[in-house]
C-alpha cells in the first residue's frame, strides 16, 4: 500500500510552547487529509479533515486556534498544537486519501505527544 | 446522523478457530466500508474495503468482510485465527460532507487469540 510518514513519533514538550507535527505521503498525491486523536484505549476521535489548498474542517468541540492544520501541498500536511497544556498529551495520528470516496486511507504511524 | 458501530469492545478467540468481528453503521445514501488494525503505538494498517459488489470482500492476512445492507453490517471474519492477529480492530465507514469525504470509525474492538 501507499506510504504516510508521520514525524516526529515522539515528542516532549514544555507546558506553553508549541510542537509541529508532520504527515507526509510520499508515493501520491493526498488531496485529503485527516487528523486524529487517540486516547488510551479509546477510538480514533477525527479532530479536522483538510484539503489541499483550502481550510480545514475542524469537528465540533476541537479548538481550531490550539490545534492549527496547514495542508499546503499535496504530500504535506502539518498540526500545530499551539501553547500545549498536559491534557493535550495523546496520541495524535493523521491519514491521507487520493481522490474519491472510494479511496482508503492510508495512515502514519502516530505522534506521542506529552506536555510536562 | 452517520455513525459506526462495534458493539464489542473484546473479542476473545482460541488460536486455529474461525473469529468474527462485528460492525454495523449507519450512512445516507451509499455507504464506503473499511476495516483496519492496529498494534500497539502504531498507525492504522488497511485491510480491505467494500465500495460496490460482490458482498463478500477479501482482503490482507486471509480476512474477509461481509456487507449485508439489510442488516447494515461489515463483519468482519476469518476462518482460523492465528495469535499473531492479536490486535485492535476498526472499522470505518467514508462519506461525502460538504465539500470534503469524512472518515470516522468505531470505537474498536480487541482481539485476543490464545495459543
Known amino acids: 500500500g501507499a506510504v504516510v510518514s508521520q514525524h516526529p513519533s515522539r515528542v516532549i514538550c514544555k507546558s506553553g510552547t508549541s510542537v509541529k507535527i508532520e504527515c507526509r505521503s510520499l508515493?501520491?498525491?493526498?488531496?485529503?487529509m485527516f487528523w486524529y486523536r487517540q486516547f488510551p484505549k479509546k477510538s480514533l476521535m477525527l479532530m479536522a479533515t483538510?484539503?489541499?489548498?483550502?481550510?480545514?474542517?475542524?469537528e465540533q468541540g476541537v479548538e481550531k486556534d490550539k490545534f492549527l492544520i496547514n495542508h499546503a501541498s499535496l504530500t504535506l500536511s502539518t498540526l500545530t498544537v499551539t501553547s500545549a497544556h498536559p491534557e493535550d498529551s495523546s496520541f495524535y495520528i493523521c491519514?491521507?486519501?487520493?481522490?474519491?470516496?472510494?479511496?482508503?486511507?492510508?495512515f502514519g504511524q502516530g505522534t506521542r505527544l506529552t506536555v510536562v | 446522523a452517520q455513525s459506526v458501530a462495534q458493539p464489542e469492545d473484546q473479542v476473545n478467540v482460541a488460536e486455529g478457530n474461525p473469529l468474527t468481528v462485528k460492525c454495523t453503521y449507519s450512512?445516507?445514501?451509499?455507504?464506503?466500508l473499511f476495516w483496519y488494525v492496529q498494534y500497539p503505538n502504531r498507525g492504522l494498517q488497511f485491510l480491505l474495503k467494500?465500495?460496490?459488489?460482490?458482498?463478500l470482500v477479501k482482503g490482507s492476512y486471509g480476512f474477509e468482510a461481509e456487507f449485508n445492507k439489510s442488516q447494515t453490517s461489515f463483519h468482519l471474519k476469518k476462518p482460523s485465527a492465528l495469535v499473531s492477529d492479536s490486535a485492535l480492530y476498526f472499522c470505518?465507514?467514508?462519506?461525502?460532507?460538504?465539500?470534503?469525504?469524512?472518515?470516522?470509525f468505531g470505537k474498536g474492538t480487541k482481539l485476543s487469540v490464545k495459543p
Open positions: 470505518a465507514v467514508r462519506f461525502k460532507r460538504g465539500s470534503q469525504g469524512n472518515l470516522i
Open positions: 450512512v445516507s445514501g451509499n455507504p464506503y
Open positions: 491519514s491521507a486519501c487520493e481522490t474519491g470516496l472510494n479511496t482508503e486511507a492510508f
Open positions: 483538510s484539503n489541499e489548498g483550502s481550510k480545514a474542517t475542524y
Open positions: 508515493d501520491f498525491q493526498a488531496t485529503t
Open positions: 467494500y465500495i460496490t459488489g460482490d458482498n
